[in-house]
């Protein structure tokens, strides 16, 4: 299982967020690009950029500083989320060398583009789902759903997405524990790999997923806990590859 480091961009810089809440940012960087490389030194092997300005946009704010990231640590697997909505910026990301595009609101409002992003683009397209009991929410989770979360991932499965990144919004950016036993059940659901997300906050997360990875999660992203120091980067995933 990996452990995915996140570098979330607001105004050019690396900052956390509770709960999504683009009023309640933590700047912990002002160089992502050397955050990018703090990560890569300490054994992160994938990366996880959001790019909160382009998903509140519906269109790329940041890409100037995830092209240099890219750049700087080609071999670096990289992700990255928001403000993904059309076909070029996709084709731009990846010319760029990021290695998954995550689509998240779009991709509830209009699964059809997954449909064609994946037959466009295959083994690139992750999709992001965003629950509250067991609900999607949207538009940088201002706003649930009606849609139920298994079945949207059963659906994108279909489509052939890569993975799904499953994140429980309530835990996110709180440190308050992953929810294991929701994202277990979405990984049961389906046969592609989940990638869980939020409220990871120590060791005990850690082992707690790794216990049921053999569920189908293949990794678990991390942002606060790694910034504030409550997990140690580098010995988390020395010691998941020892598992």
Known sequence: ???IPAIDLKDGHCVRLRQGDMN??????????AMAGQWVEAGARRLHIVD???AFAGKPKNADVIHDIAAAYPDLKIQLGGGIRDEDTIAGYLDA???YLIVGTKAVNEPHFITEVCAEFPTHIIVGLDAK???VAVEGWSKLSKHDVIDMAKRFEDDGVEAIVYTDISRDGMMQGVNVEATVKIAQAVKI???ASGGITNMD???ALSKVADEGIMGAITGRAIYEGTIDLASAQAWLDQQ
């Open 1 to 3: 299982m990996l452990l």
């Open 24 to 33: 309640d940012s933590t700047v912990f960087s002002e160089d992502p690009v």
């Open 52 to 54: 909160l300005d382009g």
């Open 97 to 99: 060398g990021v290695n």
């Open 133 to 135: 009991d067991g609900k």
């Open 193 to 195: 790999p989940i990638i």
């Open 205 to 207: 997360d850690v082992r």
